[in-house]
């Protein structure tokens, strides 16, 4: 999927009742997370999987600095090359609801 996949999904229009979106070992980097995460027609996810990417430092900072994501109930992020400092960043955001 990549980057450019997860940008058109996220601004497909056919996503706006998607409450669940699993994207494990996608191939996504930062660019793609935060093309999901700032996405409007996303906004009834409640669960997002982008375990097992290259969301790297990079795309971990981005998600912790978006406000969007209001709705999500779990957030999973294991094995993404996110630092100590940035997994406190998004446990600073998200709570007990992201899985580093």
């Known amino acids: 999927m990549g980057d450019e996949g997860a940008e058109a999904l996220a601004a497909s229009p056919h996503v706006s009742r998607l ?3 699993l994207l494990t070992g996608n191939n996504v980097g930062a660019r793609g997370a935060v093309a999901l995460a700032s996405s409007r027609r996303l ?8 375990s097992e990417n290259r969301l790297g430092e990079a795309g971990g900072r981005a998600l912790a600095d978006l406000r969007r994501l209001g709705s999500l109930r779990t957030l999973y992020l294991d094995d993404n090359g ?6 406190d960043a998004l ?9 580093l």
């Open 19 to 21: 409450t669940f979106l």
């Open 43 to 50: 906004r009834k996810l409640i669960w997002l999987d982008l």
């Open 82 to 87: 996110i630092g100590e400092a940035t997994r």
């Open 91 to 99: 446990r600073g955001r998200f709570g007990n609801i992201v899985r």
